[in-house]
């Protein structure tokens, strides 16, 4: 048996046939084991969905109640057997509840990571390496200019900022699911206590990292408040938001944006952003390479990204690679759509 | 090093001008000296040390990574200098750190000092061709993702972030509460690091005194006035005299401590350029300083830009150029007469004193520039439309158009807008056709910005096109973006940052180009070189088979170097 009878990439996404599931399906199918709660692996309408307790929370609380036919919560280590093969959930270290799917069918391991990062994260169970015979993994930073640094430097280039003008408020572009949590989280251990605001996306999921457990400080509603009022302090919105009129409440703003593009000069402009923060929730160039190393995988198959650099860098430390041809993935935040009450002044 | 790239980066992204000179201020207030003075010098342009040049930079990166990883980087980021400092690889565990700290004393043992700006300004003067790759890839190794590019940007001298000097400069008033333009006038006897007058504005001493007998000054220049300027303009207030298409200079001369007369010619960015023009020397021997344009006469008459070329960017003055070519200086402005600064003077006083410094002077060499009396902007734009007729006589053909100057300004460094306009005569226009575009640089790097063109000439098969110049300016940011898109849709070939564009009789697309003067120019294909290109307008309604050609432009110089 060859790896890819047991996963390969069809339309919906990656398919198991020896298990009878799909992994991520952009489309509807009969079973879904499903890594993490961002929209673009996370999608409604599956008949039976295996994932782990967080993510099958966030799935409930972005689409309802009724969004698979049926649900199954997996806990990290634990094995299940699905017709031929045994899959089992490694924490991703990419959000909360995020997790590496390994497949294993007589004797072939297969590790579909999911999105992942190697880096501390105060907010999610870290990175866990899996030695496999094949590790799929992402590339979206897949080149060497992507290295990310400390996400703690980062955050206090913010507190400087938000020091040296007092007079004008912080708004800080973030996905509304991992990375504004971690956000925060951050500011919280750089010492920063003063409440922090939201925009009305973020509120749901938020107080679910608290209940989580999580402890995220005082969090307030940016709805409301006075202008004046919001000088001097930091609110998180969802990126798409930041260049909204929805902006147009706080006085003279700085636009930050964390996020892993914000490495490239001409990306942040492009998107208006004042104070770029590299800060990421995908692995870096080292953070890829250095994973592909530790998985002792023979054989790499790289997914949405910049697949070219990372196969021809796997390629030159005598890897078997290959591009993957999967399509839907990478826009995280594309669904978060701005609640009512948010647009407008 | 990292406090200064900090700045840089952070000022490449503030738009707001009030943003801006509280991060300076914030800057120069929390550096220690010498560091912020040699910043204050990199934001003013007062550095000057041999640039590297980005094949030296491309070399480094070359010996330290993957050739296929560097091209897919370099691709995606479009910027030298930012994709070596982002790929650059860590030397050794410690080298990245990634903090903002300048000090070195804090540094443990083994980890290398990161270089401070103090360390790279000074090593960079003195500093020999060939050690600089080693210094430089030793202090790639020790600075951080930020630093790198500041770095290198500062190396190779291309420094784009988007403030003036004169915003610089108003920081560090700030820093003292004291008024800019104060630094302005002092600032030609002020050199880097500037320690006497950061000690001045924290109190800690007196005010700097000027001690450099022939100080430049920064030059005052004009905006282009546009048609809907004039209705808020009553020409009451001002005086006007031809453009002269010449070198903008700034003759100075001053006694030295032993009371010899010393003079220096320098260029409008205040570059020494006194040793192309001994012949001009000994006209100045008077103590003054006179803003005017550098010309050659012949028999009298002004002769056109192209005619003064010959004597520009000669290694030697050879008596014969100095014979065949004679300089001459026409004086705008007096900014200095024996010891007096004049420039806080209205320009109708200056001009006064300029009048009767010339005539003192009485040197065949320097004249005055003439001023054009006027009595409404009707009566001006007729003067413009025919200089021959309004005053200019002969030497009309060297006239670019008129200078409007208010007749109660002082002059003042850079470019104000309202007391100085420029009212250029009608370019030269020409429809050409886009033939190749190149990424720009900046805020541009992700868009096709940088067009080469060309027109039609008859070739060995047949019908072709010869590029006949370069222009990155002069269309909108709408503009742009349409011709971002059609590059893009349109591409037959790539190399690097260079796009080919289909340019066919009945396909491409066609580019009114103005232009203000033509040369021969042996280094192009085409023979000949344009002076300030620009796009005008695009002509989506024209075939490239009806763009010009390339007799148009040969026939236009004709009659350009003819007299
Ligand atoms: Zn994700």
Same mark, same amino acid.
């Not at chain 1, 045994?86 to 990571?113: D, M, N, W, Y």
């Not at chain 1, 030695?131 to 979206?140: G, L, N, W, Y």
């Not at chain 2, 960015?269 to 040793?275: K, N």
């Not at chain 2, 007096?340 to 300029?354: H, I, K, S």
């Given at each position: ?34 890594? /993490? ?56 270290? /990419? ?51 992507? %290295? ?63 209940? %989580? ?9 940016? %709805? ?79 997914? /949405? ?9 796997? %390629? ?30 | ?109 083994? *980890? ?446 004709? *009659?350009? *170097?003819?007299?």
């Amino acid at each position: 048996m060859r790896p890819q009878d047991i996963l390969m990439p069809v339309a919906a996404g990656l398919c198991c046939k020896p298990g009878g599931f799909h992994i991520d399906p952009v489309r509807p199918v009969e079973r879904a084991l499903i890594t /993490h709660g961002h929209s673009d692996h996370a999608r409604a309408g599956h008949g039976a969905v295996l994932a782990t307790r967080e993510t099958l929370d966030m799935m409930r609380l972005r689409y309802g109640d009724g969004f698979a036919g049926s649900v199954q919560a997996v806990a990290y280590g634990e094995e299940i057997r699905l017709g031929d093969v045994t899959a089992k959930f490694h924490p991703a270290g /990419h959000v909360l509840g995020s997790a590496q799917i390994e497949v294993a069918c007589k004797g072939i391991r297969i590790v579909a990571s999911g999105d992942y990062k190697d880096v501390r994260d105060p907010t999610c169970a870290p990175f866990e390496v899996v030695p496999c015979d094949v590790f799929i993994t992402e590339a979206t930073f897949g080149l060497p200019v992507f %290295r990310h640094g400390e996400a703690a430097s980062e955050v206090k280039k913010l507190l400087a900022s938000v020091s040296l003008f007092p007079e004008r408020a912080h708004l800080v572009g973030a996905y509304s699911l991992g990375k504004a949590q971690r956000v925060i989280a951050l500011l919280r251990e750089a010492g920063y206590d003063a409440p922090i605001y939201l925009h009305g996306a973020m509120e749901k999921i938020t107080s679910y990292y608290q209940e %989580r457990g999580i402890p995220l400080g005082e969090l307030r509603a940016a %709805r409301g408040m006075k202008k004046a009022d919001l000088a001097g302090t930091i609110t998180l919105a969802p990126p798409s938001a930041t260049s909204d009129v929805w902006t147009r409440r706080f006085p003279d703003p700085v636009t930050a944006f964390a996020s892993g593009w914000m490495r490239v000069r001409a990306r942040a402009r492009q998107g208006g952003v004042e104070l770029p923060l590299v800060i990421s929730d995908h692995a870096d160039w080292d953070g890829l390479t250095a994973t592909i190393q530790a998985t002792g995988a023979g054989e790499i198959w790289v997914t /949405h990204g910049q697949e070219d650099a990372l196969v021809h860098w796997c %390629r030159t430390r005598g890897l078997a690679a290959q591009p993957l041809d999967l399509v839907g993935y990478g826009d995280e935040d594309e669904s978060e759509t701005t609640p009512a009450g948010e647009a407008g002044a | 090093m990292n406090r200064f790239a900090e700045l840089l980066d952070r000022l490449a992204y503030e738009p707001g001008r009030n943003n801006k000179l509280k991060l300076l201020v914030a800057y120069f207030r929390k550096t220690e000296d010498p560091d912020r003075g040699y910043a204050l010098a990199a934001l003013t342009g007062a550095l000057s040390f041999k640039h590297a040049k980005p094949g030296l930079i491309r070399d480094l990166i070359t010996e330290r990574t993957d050739p296929v990883l560097f091209g897919l980087s370099y691709d995606y980021v479009g910027d030298l200098s930012e994709t070596v400092a982002l790929m650059w690889p860590k030397s050794s565990p410690s080298a990245a750190s990634g903090g903002g700290e300048e000090g070195r004393a804090s540094s443990p043992h083994n *980890t290398p000092p990161s270089p401070t700006l103090t360390d790279v300004v000074t090593t960079l003067r003195t500093l020999g061709k060939t050690e600089l790759p080693a210094r430089l890839a030793r202090w790639l190794d020790e600075l951080d993702e930020t630093g790198r590019w500041a770095l290198l940007k500062l190396v190779t001298g291309a420094m784009r972030i988007g403030i003036s000097a004169r915003l610089a400069k108003t920081a560090a008033a700030a820093l003292g509460n004291k008024d800019p333009h104060e630094i302005e006038l002092m600032w030609p006897g002020l050199s880097p690091p500037y320690l006497e007058l950061f000690a001045w504005l924290e109190g800690r001493s007196d005010k700097p005194v000027n001690r450099d007998p022939t100080p430049f000054r920064p030059v005052m220049l004009a905006h282009a006035i546009e048609d809907s300027d004039f209705a808020a303009l009553d020409a009451a207030d001002f005086s006007a005299e031809w453009k002269w298409d010449g070198i903008r200079v700034q003759a100075v001369s001053g006694r030295d401590e032993r009371g010899h007369i010393q003079a220096r010619l320098y260029s409008r960015t205040g570059e020494d350029i006194t040793a192309s023009f001994p012949d001009l020397v000994p006209s100045l021997h008077l103590p003054g300083a006179i803003d005017g344009e550098l010309l050659v006469l012949r028999g009298g008459r002004v002769q056109t830009f192209n005619v003064l070329q010959q004597r520009l960017n000669r290694k030697v003055v050879s008596p014969k150029l100095i014979k065949e070519f004679p300089i001459h200086l026409r004086a705008y402005d007096l900014l200095g007469d024996d010891e007096a600064d004049l420039r806080e003077l209205t320009f109708v006083e200056r001009r006064a004193r300029l009048e009767a410094f010339v005539q003192k002077l009485n040197d065949p060499r320097i004249d005055l520039s003439p001023t054009i009396p006027f009595a409404s902007w009707e009566e001006l734009a007729a003067a413009r439309a025919d200089p021959k007729s309004a005053g200019a006589g002969d030497d009309a053909d060297a006239v670019e158009g008129v200078m409007l100057k208010r007749r109660d300004a002082p002059y003042l460094p850079g470019r104000p807008k309202g007391p100085w306009w420029k009212w250029k005569r009608d370019p030269h226009i020409i429809d050409a056709v886009l033939m190749y575009a190149q990424r720009g640089h900046g805020k541009r790097s992700s868009y096709y910005s940088d067009y080469t063109f060309g027109v039609w000439a008859a070739g060995e098969d047949g019908e072709q096109l010869v590029p006949v110049g370069k222009a990155y300016f002069g269309f909108t940011d709408e503009e742009l973006l349409q011709i971002d898109r059609f590059v893009r849709r349109n591409t037959t070939e790539k190399f690097g940052p260079v796009r080919h564009v289909v340019h066919e009789p009945d396909q491409g697309l066609v580019l009114e180009v103005a232009f203000e003067g033509l040369q021969r120019s042996p280094r192009h294909k085409s023979g000949v070189a344009m002076r300030f290109p620009r796009i005008n307008r695009l002509r989506w309604d024209k075939p490239p088979r009806e763009a010009d050609r390339l007799e148009t432009l040969e026939r236009l110089l004709m *009659t350009m *170097t003819a007299n």
